[in-house]
Each structure stands twice: as structure tokens, then as C-alpha cells.
């Protein structure tokens, strides 16, 4: 049996008069994340770790951002696609492990409708589905609320 890693990593900016999309879950907050998709940073992180580990580039190559049928498309979508790009290579899903970086709004409330959300699409439990959040403790473009970051990390293993 093989063993495959991947590592992904997804910064947005935040402004006013935009959804703030995480890990598929919709988080009320007056302050969204801009992007040519919905702009969710942790789906996204997740896309890059999956495609890594398969050496299949990045989401940039195979969702464009010049592309306009992306253009405000739920990131839901992206990563089920991109799932289906890592099956065709034979490899499925041992788990996943992740960390949001922002301010603010506290993240914690929504880590398990996340959780369940990334599962049943990749079609695997929760529990291989680890989402931690932190803070910058006020400093960076994080800190001052500018952006958002996601990192993620993904064991596939072949089928
Ligand atoms: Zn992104």
C-alpha cells in the first residue's frame, strides 16, 4: 500500500458586502472574504493539499480565476470535482489536518458543521477531518482583520 502527503495553503482578503464562506459553512460576520469563487479559504487550502498529493498541480490550474463559469461558485463544488480528479488516480482519503488563521469571528462554533460538511462530500468520517483555528495575537495583516489564511495537510493512500 502507498502513502501520499499534501500540503495546501489559501490566504484571502476581508471587506464589507461579502459572504464569509469557511469550510463550506456560511459564518455571519459584517466582513467576507473576496475571491473570484466564494472565496473559501479553508476548502481551498484543502483543494491544494489533495492536488499536491496526488502531484496534480494546483487550483489554479485546474479552476482558473480568469475562467468565468468559477466566478462566485461554491467552493463546495471545487473540492467534489477535485476529489474526483484524486479517485481517477486511485488514491482515496486517510485524513486531513488543518488551521484556520484569523481574528475574528470565533471559529469554533461552526468547526463541526464543517467538519461534517468536507466529510460527506469526500465521502469519509468526521473524524478524519481536523480543523483547528488560532489567531495571530493581533499582529499582521491577519491580526489587523485584512485577511485570512488556511492551511491544510492530507494523507492519501492508494486504493
Ligand atoms: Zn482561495
Known sequence: MGYRIGFGVDYHQLAEGRQLMIGGVHIPHPKG??????????????????????????????????????????????????????????????????????????????????????AAIIGTDEKNISIKATTTEQMGFVGRKEGLVAYATVLLETI
Request: aromatic share 4%; glycine share 6%.
Open 33 to 118: 472574504a473576496v475571491g473570484h469563487s466564494d472565496a473559501d479559504v479553508l476548502l481551498h487550502a484543502i483543494c491544494d493539499a489533495l492536488l499536491g498529493a496526488a502531484c496534480l498541480g494546483d487550483i489554479g490550474v485546474h479552476f482558473p480565476d480568469t475562467d468565468q463559469q468559477y466566478k462566485n461558485i461554491d467552493s463546495k463544488i471545487l473540492l467534489r470535482e477535485t476529489m474526483q480528479l484524486v479517485s481517477r488516480e486511485n488514491y482515496r482519503l486517510v485524513n486531513i489536518d488543518s488551521t484556520l488563521c484569523l481574528q475574528e469571528p470565533k471559529i469554533k462554533p461552526y468547526i463541526g458543521e464543517m467538519q461534517q460538511t468536507i
